[in-house]
Structure formats: structure tokens, C-alpha cells
């Protein structure tokens, strides 16, 4: 598909400034009711309440008219927005991970490398099968059911556990500005179902490029409180920087969990739909530059702005604490979305066989995907008074499962075009499965905590090399179809499909 003319980026472009615009006034709306004496609850809670009602709006204005649409929000999301909704997401796993207080030291250097090489190079080489999910590269490289149901098994429970962190986090932050966990939940359940359940994809793409320019405009607003009215307001950067920088070279586990940490996030799936969505595969590269550039830019100014919103002036504590608020419950709703879109995709559509993509109606696809969608919202809500589950540990979990059975068969499948098929997936999946129970049976306490990945890193390791060995001892024979990297049902919905 070819790139938006420029009478297609106008609209767009005039949206973006309009949200920009309510966004600010309802900060200032915020501030100016706290000055006439609103009650302290309501100002602080309007932070996120507000938000709510703007990403309402979006996620219900972009419902989906198409299978393409909720697939592939039709394959229209320029680069810049698609990059600022990667930064969102990545802006939840971040605090995610810092969500476990002091004993939360992550190595931050191998992850921003895992994340670098996930923007990249891996969305952009499986955008250029013109693929509209990692799954579909899967589905359709190893079509044998034996292969596919594993993987449709992983995908949903690395999905499910996205959720459950992004669901969890934006829940507390949410409790905190209105002051009861049942009615956060209720919040965060409808803020996750109108911008993400009308349009699949779209929905989320723009509800979470909305999210993304929020909290940068909150950041950006702290950030020049803290330069106009603190002493020293580049403190905050340099220490943190310090700190991570520390923690980086210091990290748990040393060499083997920030290899680990760096694999797990080259290959973790919720994180690459956002790029996907763009015209071609270049644009999916420009989109993950475009959003390790924000993502780094949004952080290094909250660290600025934090110091000024925490500590505002007695006139205006509320509205700081609301958009605080506002800032920590924007990304954590990237996040659940991105989990939430992932674990859709393992459910309801065959993308094996050509005939079946065609015969199914765009109508069905898109209500089994929504239904899926509010089954994981469900369990999230559920998993969050029932399993002693903290955000942390449930991405920890997501990355284990993402690394030791997902990323091995797309490594083959992107590497190995010509000989990656089912049984190379089979031999990849067995190879991991058996590491696995031996080191359940060998060190059960490695299965404890982030350790957890240093074993899914040995073994997704085993099993990429059991998938290499097969697919070079055991090629496939000369008479073997190629099948396609993709779903041809997203971008030709009306055209044949070659099955000579």
C-alpha cells in the first residue's frame, strides 16, 4: 500500500491539534476549579476522569467499518503517530517495572537495546510481509494445527498477562485519585472497552497516540513549572540518570538477566502492533524511530516535572495531584490495550488455510475478536482481587513466556524463509518445553521473581537451535508450497488468493 497524500495527513493533523487543545484546556478547567474551592476529591480525580471522557470519544469515533480497519486500522497510521503510540506503551512497561519499589533494579541498558532492536528491526521485517500481527507470521509460516494451537496458547497468555499488568497499574493510580478500588476498576474496565473494543486496532492505535501526547503535554507543562519556579531543576535528570546508569551496570542476575532482559524484549509481541499499521515497511522503521526518540524524550522530562507537580504551591496541590495521576494512567492503558489486542489475535481466526480466510464473514471475525477482548478485560478484573499478581510479576511472567515459546519460531520464520515449516516449529517448541521441565525439576527457585527469564532465555535458546538443526537436516521437499508471511484477507480483502 502506498503512503497518505497530503489531503489525507490534513484531517489527521487538524485532530491531533484539536485533542492537543482539549487536552490543555481541561487542565486548565482542572486548575481553575480548584482556585473558585471545588471540593480536594473531585479536583484530584478529574485528572483521569477527564482523560476518560477524551479517549472515549477517539476510541468510539474510530470504530471499525472493516475487517482491514479493525485489523490493520487499514494500513493508514502515519509514522509520527504510530511511534507515539509505541512511546505509551512502552511508557507502561516502564513504570510497570519501577512499580516494585527499591527492589525493582531492571537493567535498563539491555532493555532499551531489546526495545531498539524490536523497533527496528523486528516490526519492520515483518511489516514487510505485510503482516498485521506477529501471529500472522506464525499462523501461516508453520500451518500444521499441532503448531498453531501452541502458539495461539502462549499468545493468549502472554496477552492476558500484558493486560493484567497495564489493567493493575492503571487501577492503583486510578484508586489513588478517587479513593476506592471498586470504582477504579469499573473506570479502567470502561476506558479499556470504548477505546479498544469498537475499532480493534484503530481504536487503540489512536486512543493510545492520544495517550501518549497527553501525558508528554503533562510532562511538558511540569517540566516548565519546575524550570520558571526550582532552584536546580536539572537535578532530578542527573540523578536519575546516575541511578539507572548504576543499576544498568549493577542489574540482578549480571551478564545472563540482561541478556535475558535485552532477548525478551526484541521479540515481545504486544509492543509491535503499533508499527504494523503504517503504509509499508519503511515507514514501520520510521515509526520506531520516531518512538524511541518520544519515549525518551517523555522520560527524561517527567524526571524534570515530577519534583514541580509533587510539590506545588498550596494553591494548586490538587491539580498537581491530578495530573500526576493523569500522567501514571495514560501509559498503564497503553499497556492493557497492547496486551489486551494481542491476546485477541490468538482467538478465532484461522489464518492457515485460504479458503477459510475467505469464507468467513469480516462480520464474524470482528465480533469473535471483540467478544475476546472483553473476556481478557473481564479477567483482569477479576485476576486483580483473586491472584496475588502485582503488576511487576505479570510482565515478568509475559516476557518468560513471549521468550522461551513465541520468539524462537519467529526468529526461524523471519531468518529461514526457505526452510522454516511446521515440524521446525514443532522441534523448537518440544526443545522448549522439555528445557523447561528439566529446570523446573533441577531449580524450582529460578522460576522465582525476574529469574524467571534467565530460564526462558536457556530455553528459548534450546529451542532455537533444535528449530535450525531440523530445519537443516530435515529440508522440505522441492514440491512444497511456499505459503504466505501473512493474512492476505488485511490487505487484499477482495482480491483471489493464490492456492495453486
Not at 484530584?44 to 482491514?68: E, M, Q
Request: aromatic share 8%; glycine share 8%; charged share 10%.
Amino acid at each position: 500500500m502506498t503512503s497518505l497524500t497530503p489531503t489525507e495527513r490534513d484531517p489527521i493533523a487538524g485532530r491531533a491539534v484539536f485533542a492537543a487543545a482539549a487536552f490543555a484546556a481541561g487542565f486548565g478547567v482542572i486548575a481553575a476549579l480548584e482556585r473558585v474551592g471545588a471540593p480536594d476529591g473531585l479536583v484530584k480525580a478529574l485528572g483521569p476522569l477527564f482523560a476518560l471522557a477524551a479517549l472515549t470519544v477517539i476510541g468510539l469515533s474510530n470504530r471499525a467499518a472493516s475487517l482491514t480497519d479493525f485489523l490493520a486500522a487499514r494500513r493508514a497510521i502515519p509514522s509520527l503517530y504510530a511511534g507515539l503510540a509505541f512511546a505509551a506503551a512502552l511508557g507502561g512497561v516502564v513504570l510497570t517495572l519501577v512499580s516494585g519499589g527499591d527492589n525493582a533494579r531492571p537493567p535498563w541498558l539491555p532493555i532499551a537495546a531489546g526495545v531498539a532492536v524490536a523497533a527496528l528491526v523486528v516490526t519492520p521485517a515483518i511489516r514487510a510481509g505485510n503482516a498485521s500481527s506477529a501471529i500472522d507470521v506464525l499462523a501461516t509460516r508453520f500451518p500444521a494445527f499441532v503448531a498453531r494451537a501452541p502458539f495461539a496458547v502462549a499468545l493468549f497468555a502472554c496477552g492476558l498477562l500484558t493486560a493484567n499488568a497495564g489493567f493493575a497499574l492503571a487501577t492503583q493510580a486510578l484508586t489513588a485519585a478517587v479513593d476506592s478500588n471498586t470504582r477504579a476498576t469499573a473506570f479502567v474496565v470502561c476506558a479499556l472497552g470504548f477505546t479498544l473494543i469498537p475499532g480493534g486496532l484503530k481504536s487503540a492505535l489512536w486512543a493510545d497516540a492520544a495517550c501518549g501526547g497527553g501525558t508528554l503535554l503533562i510532562a511538558l507543562f511540569g517540566a516548565a513549572l519546575s524550570v520558571a519556579f526550582l532552584p536546580s531543576p536539572l537535578t532530578p535528570l542527573s540523578d536519575d540518570f546516575a541511578r539507572f546508569a548504576a543499576e544498568s551496570a549493577n542489574g540482578r542476575g549480571g551478564a545472563l538477566m540482561a541478556s535475558a532482559f535485552a532477548a525478551a524484549f526484541a521479540g515481545y509481541f504486544p509492543l509491535l502492533s503499533a508499527a504494523l499499521a503504517t503504509p509499508s515497511w519503511r515507514d514501520a522503521g520510521r515509526a520506531g524511530v520516531s518512538g524511541l526518540a518520544l519515549a525518551a524524550l517523555g522520560l527524561a522530562v517527567s524526571a524534570v516535572a515530577m519534583p514541580a507537580l509533587a510539590a506545588a504551591p498550596d494553591s494548586a496541590v490538587q491539580t498537581g495531584q491530578a495530573l500526576l495521576s493523569a500522567a501514571a494512567w495514560l501509559p498503564s492503558l497503553a499497556l492493557a490495550r497492547a496486551g489486551t489486542l494481542a491476546a485477541s489475535r490468538a482467538v478465532g481466526i484461522d489464518l492457515a488455510r485460504g479458503f477459510g480466510r475467505l469464507a468467513v464473514l469480516s462480520s464474524r471475525r470482528i465480533a469473535v475478536g471483540r467478544l475476546t477482548m472483553l473476556a481478557v478485560l473481564s479477567l483482569c478484573a477479576v485476576a486483580l482481587t483473586r491472584l496475588p499478581l502485582t503488576p511487576e510479576r505479570s510482565l515478568i511472567l509475559a516476557l518468560a513466556i513471549s521468550l522461551a515459546f513465541l520468539a524462537p519460531s519467529l526468529a526461524l520464520a523471519l531468518a529461514l524463509p526457505g526452510r522454516a515449516r511446521s515440524a521446525t516449529a514443532l522441534a523448537a517448541l518440544t526443545a522448549s518445553l522439555a528445557e523447561t521441565a528439566i529446570e523446573a525439576t533441577v531449580d524450582p527457585s529460578g522460576f522465582f521473581g525476574s529469574s524467571i527469564l534467565e530460564a526462558a532465555l536457556i530455553a528459548g535458546g534450546v529451542g532455537l537451535v533444535a528449530g535450525v538443526f531440523a530445519a537443516f537436516a530435515y529440508p522440505s521437499g522441492a514440491k512444497r508450497r511456499d505459503l504466505p508471511a501473512s493474512d492476505p484477507f488485511v490487505d487484499m480483502p477482495f482480491d483471489p488468493v493464490d492456492v495453486r
